[in-house]
T-cell receptor, first 113, second 112 residues
């Protein structure tokens, strides 16, 4: 069973839409991550939250807006996305620390029309 | 920043043979090296990891070795089975942040 749950599994949206991706974990982890993965490529880090505070933003365009409302939830708000933003968006969580195992959710497959 | 190179990009082995995937990293401060297995359409799954204070770690048919001096680490899978077929990613952390840099991936195919 996947301990990091992401919703929705699939999302199709137009370039003018606003949507949100959601991620939830109940492992007591206090670090949460958003990754973007294009087909046949490795995951690329977008954001890191540590103790519900944004600690790393990998120069992600402002059309992606992360939010961590509590220690179990992580959201990614999407607005005015481009076709090249179509990808698999993965959430992960871990204990806080630079050498802690990260556990991934199943991802949201996003298609931008 | 950290750069992780992974070879080979594809690997085909017969069932029962061993498979070895190699990675090199650039940041001498890196001290954590996980390996992920990703089946088609599924999430990356952590299969084994190693920290820089050890040189080798085993878990049943899977082992990882680390050479800090040469800055490379390797995944060894023995007695391969068809269900081992997947894309395998190595990764390395940075020495100062909760950030993983992934290798480019190895597509392993185990044939009968």
């Amino acid at each position: 069973d996947t301990e990091v749950t992401q919703t929705p599994k699939h999302l199709v949206m137009g370039m003018t839409n606003k949507k949100s991706l959601k991620c939830e974990q109940h492992m007591g982890h206090r670090a949460m991550y958003w990754y973007k993965q294009k087909a046949k490529k490795p995951p690329e880090l977008m954001f890191v939250y540590s103790y519900e505070k944004l600690s790393i933003n990998e120069s992600v365009p402002s059309r992606f807006s992360p939010e961590c409302p509590n220690s179990s939830l992580l959201n990614l708000h999407l607005h005015a996305l481009q076709p090249e933003d179509s990808a698999l968006y993965l959430c992960a969580s871990s204990q806080v620390g630079i050498d802690q195992p990260q556990h991934f959710g199943d991802g949201t497959r996003l298609s931008i029309l | 920043g950290e750069n992780v190179e992974q070879h080979p990009s594809t690997l085909s082995v017969q069932e029962g043979d061993s498979a070895v995937i190699k990675c090199t990293y650039s940041d001498s401060a890196s001290n954590y090296f996980p390996w992920y297995k990703q089946e088609l359409g599924k999430r990356p799954q952590l299969i084994i990891d190693i920290r820089s204070n050890v040189g080798e770690k085993k878990d049943q048919r899977i082992a990882v070795t680390l050479n800090k001096t040469a800055k490379h680490f390797s995944l060894h899978i023995t007695e391969t089975q068809p269900e081992d077929s997947a894309v395998y990613f190595c990764a390395a952390n940075t020495g100062t942040a909760s950030k993983l840099t992934f290798g480019t991936g190895t597509r392993l195919q185990v044939t009968l």
